[in-house]
């Protein structure tokens, strides 16, 4: 069971105060034959945990990192040098660590996928997942929308609640990931 979870209004306002901006891609990016900005949002009470990555194609240009709680990091990826008409296609997986009642965590891993090809259009997908390669396969264009089984907690003041976390993505040359926390029955 997950301690401390916030109430529905403390949950809205911290949501609401998060603001999120995509990162401008670097210049020197730009002159890559393909190149991608992902920016992630994490709208949860909870640090995003970066536990690891998959390039079939391409190269980090800078790397994914952990994501704090109400905030957003962004990571872009590229081409390999000297490569010929390759593009770049990948995979990363970040882990929600809940704080459990007793000590320990409840975890939650998703994975984020992302695809320039050398023919063909931007991809990317925001799914529940530990493997970032299966991410990286399940890359759509325009939009895709997940939500998490629901989980039990209790509030800061001992109610218990189910909570489920919603995963989007946003494909384009500066992507969008958004995961949020949302509170689904009390009682």
């Not at 704090?68 to 081409?79: E, I, W």
């Not at 995979?91 to 984020?112: C, H, N, R, S, W």
């Not at 396969?137 to 489920?164: F, R, V, Y």
Request: aromatic letters at 6%.
């Amino acid at each position: 069971m997950i301690e401390e979870i916030l109430a529905a209004a403390e949950l809205a306002s911290s949501i609401a105060d998060s603001v999120t901006s995509i990162t401008a891609e670097p210049q020197d990016l730009k002159d890559k034959y393909r190149s991608m900005t992902i920016t992630v949002c994490n709208q949860t009470q909870f640090p995003l945990v970066y536990m690891s990555s998959s390039m079939q194609h391409g190269r980090f240009w800078t790397s994914p990192t952990n994501v704090g709680k109400f905030n957003d990091m962004t990571f872009s990826a590229c081409n390999e040098d000297n490569s010929i008409l390759t593009g770049l296609q990948g995979g990363v997986v970040f882990q929600l660590q809940m704080p459990k009642a007793g000590g320990g965590y409840e975890t939650l891993d998703i994975g984020v996928g992302f695809d320039d090809p050398a023919i063909g259009s931007f991809s990317c997908s925001a799914l529940f997942t530990t493997a970032a390669k299966k991410a990286s396969e399940k890359t759509k264009e325009g939009t895709t929308k997940h939500q998490s089984p629901n989980l039990k907690g209790k509030t800061k003041d001992g109610h218990d609640l189910e909570i489920a976390f919603l995963a989007v993505s946003s494909a384009g040359k500066e992507a969008k990931i958004t995961i949020t926390q949302q509170i689904v029955a009390t009682s």
